[in-house]
């Protein structure tokens, strides 16, 4: 089993930045993909960003430009630096782990337990 736990989320003005982190705990191993992905109240959950094993990134277009994903392999660690943060990026933001690399949330096997992202003046 891998464990997921977000951490930074929180109220921000609209042009303003936060950082997500996601540390991971458990049977991780060096083959893991490491995701983001985020749920608006009654939406679907989308997918934001991948960075794979080999730390190659994907990102979903709306936020292409803005976000950037990345990892810490020492702390097993990945973070998602928002920038430029838009009333419709508000949403609960989950880290996802797979060996599998997918920008599907279907395919992700472990997730985080969510952490809120408001985006208003």
């Known amino acids: 089993q891998v464990q997921l736990v977000e951490s930074g989320g929180g109220l921000v003005q609209p042009g303003g930045s936060l950082r997500l982190s996601c540390v991971a705990s458990?049977?991780?191993?060096?083959?893991?993909?490491r995701a983001w992905f985020r749920q608006a109240p009654g939406k679907q959950r989308d997918f934001v960003a991948v960075i794979s094993s080999q730390g190659i990134e994907t990102y979903a277009d709306v936020v292409s430009g803005r976000f950037t994903v990345s990892q810490d392999n020492a702390m097993n660690t990945i973070y998602l630096q928002m920038n430029n943060l838009k009333p419709e990026d508000t949403a609960v933001y989950y880290c996802a782990a797979d060996e599998k690399f997918s920008i599907g949330a279907r395919y992700y096997k472990y997730w985080g337990q969510g952490i809120q992202v408001t985006v208003s003046s």
């Open positions: 458990g049977h991780t191993n060096s083959a893991m993909n």
